[in-house]
């Protein structure tokens, strides 16, 4: 039994470090992003993986993410930081007997191979607690850091619990064919919504409509987005998830009906931007279709996490959720899988494939 609780017996097995010893991998932030991230930003550097503790693991990543919020959060630390970030990893050593050696957790470990935790206590660099990965079978483990992790339940909550939509009502989306926004339309229509999405490419609306349900897309890259609301919602908007913020945002709000409510769930429009757009203002609308405005981080509802991932997962054993991943492989590729992601390489969630 000891042999299992030792990580330098397990690494010796798994992995080949120096001296014997277990070396991990990890991504060092050391200069601010400046537009896009770039290699030079990050250094790789290997860590000794320190000898289990009573009440902690080690795992192994087998699946890391790259999500939006990693451009817009990295000025909030101090340099040089670990890079922050979702994975599912494997067990491969443990002293706690809830978090058994072979099981997976998605946890905030960052961008690292081989991580050391004591699941009860917060992540340092994250914002959401380990958790074990529910048994997702047949379906693939990547999923746990996407319709049946954090952006599934984004879309969950934040549509629920902030839109509240009504059988009937529009939904708007933007960013409507990432992670985010094609979870969040799907739900919609199993409401009884009707759904308009605004995405990158005439592809990604193809998809949208025709796999997804949605009941018009627009690329906003090549659309006028009035016209395209004329068109696709002439009686107006009930509910608007904003994924992307700026001047769409502003155009869909005034487009919106009294009593309309926003999700205001991120604004990638502008995490590139090295100072804020100005778009045209919003308080005219707000005020006279008393619109209800809500911002929100998704760890607001931590203690239902799995309500929403079992939400989530009996949608998808129905056939009544579907979804696509971007698969990056590598953990040296992770700067071009999240330049990648911010550049709308993706349809449906971004990750890597560690090995
Ligand atoms: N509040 C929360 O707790 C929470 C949790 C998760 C995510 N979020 C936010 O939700 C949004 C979507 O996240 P996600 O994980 O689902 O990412 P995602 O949509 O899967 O990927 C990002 C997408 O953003 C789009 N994009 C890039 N630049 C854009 C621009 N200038 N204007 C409009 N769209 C642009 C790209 O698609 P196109 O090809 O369509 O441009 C890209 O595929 C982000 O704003 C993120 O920060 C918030």
């Not at 308009?196 to 796999?211: N, V």
């Not at 004329?230 to 009294?258: L, W």
């Not at 607001?300 to 939400?311: C, K, P, S």
């Amino acid at each position: 039994m000891a042999k299992l609780f030792n990580p330098y017996l397990m690494g010796k097995r798994l992995y080949s470090g120096t001296s014997g010893k277990l070396l991990g991998r990890k991504y060092v932030l050391t200069k601010y992003f400046r537009g896009e991230p770039k290699a030079s930003d990050f250094k790789i550097v290997e860590e000794q993986i320190p000898e289990l503790k009573e009440g902690e693991i080690l795992t192994e990543a087998e699946y890391l993410s790259v999500d939006p919020y990693m451009r817009a959060y990295m000025i909030g630390y101090k340099l040089p930081t670990d890079m922050i970030g979702g994975q599912v990893a494997k067990i491969i050593a443990s002293r706690n007997k809830d978090f058994p050696v072979g099981k997976y957790v998605v946890g905030a470990f960052g961008w690292r191979t081989h991580t050391v935790c004591s699941p009860k206590v917060p992540p340092s660099l994250g914002f959401l607690p380990t958790i074990l990965l529910p048994n997702i079978e047949p379906h693939p483990l990547s999923l746990g850091l996407g319709i049946l992790g954090m952006p599934g339940n984004t879309a969950y909550f934040g549509l629920k619990e902030i839109c509240k939509p009504e059988p009937g009502e529009t939904i708007a989306i933007t960013g409507a064919a990432g992670a985010v926004g094609s979870h969040v339309g799907q739900i919609g229509k199993i409401l009884g919504c009707k759904v308009i999405g605004f995405a990158g490419s005439d592809d990604k609306c193809e998809y949208l409509k025709k796999e997804l349900g949605f009941d018009h897309a627009f690329n906003y890259k090549t659309a006028n987005i009035r016209q395209a609301l004329k068109e696709g919602a002439p009686q107006r908007i009930d509910c608007y998830f904003d994924n992307v913020g700026g001047e769409i945002s502003s155009t869909i709000m005034n487009h919106m009906n009294k009593n309309g409510r926003v999700a205001v769930c991120g604004s990638i429009s502008s995490y590139n931007d090295e100072k804020l757009p100005k778009v045209s203002i919003l308080q005219p609308a707000i005020v006279f279709k008393e619109l209800k405005v809500e911002g929100f981080l998704v760890n607001r509802w931590f203690n239902r996490w799995h309500e929403g991932i079992n939400f989530n997962l009996k949608l998808l054993n129905e056939g009544k959720l579907k979804y696509q991943e971007k698969v990056y492989h590598g953990f040296d590729n992770m700067v071009d899988a999240l330049v990648g992601m911010l550049r709308g390489e993706n349809t449906g969630k971004a990750v890597v494939k560690v090995k």
